[in-house]
């Protein structure tokens, strides 16, 4: 039982700031393999299973206009295609060599956080919607990093960054493409057999309620504060990194 609480108690803590800034998958999936002693696959399974309910967000984000549909569906079924085989890979992959190919998923999503200098202001520039092939392949690699080692936002979000979106704009656009590629992997996880209910269950009422008093408390406190809370989730990931 003291598992679970813990799991509980982090997991909603951790989807408050994650669901606004990313990096809670860095901590969450640690937290399984280590804490609660699960294989790795089965790990991701059951926190991608648990983080569905992260996608209550997209209420509040879609009623306060800061999803770029436009961008959402070009760049979907891209993310999907990417997302089915990574989860095909996650079903046969040797667990010793996941947990050391996780690890190193960590490090250079820590880089990309640390090195990405736009924050994501903007003010009335005109978004970058002319999407090339490259892009678009990238993000099927994004969307298979995804399926593999849950840390898909941490790229696509700077991707939208990148294209002119603000941080909340981005993060909100990347949560719904997220959504359609994380049920394709969450499906192909149940039919192998690899998520663990109880885990995923906790995990799914606990985000659940914290994405969503993160997504709002995210559009009161806007872009300055949530850069600053980003500054934090980077902080402890890399003191969990090392630990």
Known sequence: MSDYLIVFILTFCIRIISVMVGGGRMV????LIIIVGLDPS???????????SSSFSLIKFHKHKQVNWVMWRTMTPWVVAGAFIGSYLVVIIDQDL?????GISVLLSLIVLLTKRN???RDKQVLDTNIGIVPRFLSSIAGLLGALFGFKGVFMRYWYVSRGLTFIEATATNKATSLIAN???????????LVNWPFAV???????LGSWFGAHIGMKVGNVWVERLFALVVAASVVKLFL
């Open 98 to 102: 996941f947990k050391k190919l996780i």
């Open 119 to 121: 924050k994501g202001k």
């Open 28 to 31: 969450l999936l640690p937290l």
């Open 42 to 52: 089965v790990a991701l399974a059951t926190m991608k299973t648990g983080g569905l």
């Open 183 to 193: 049920i394709v992997a969450v499906i192909s996880f149940i039919v192998f057999g």
């Open 202 to 208: 906790t995990m799914f009422v606990a985000g659940g």
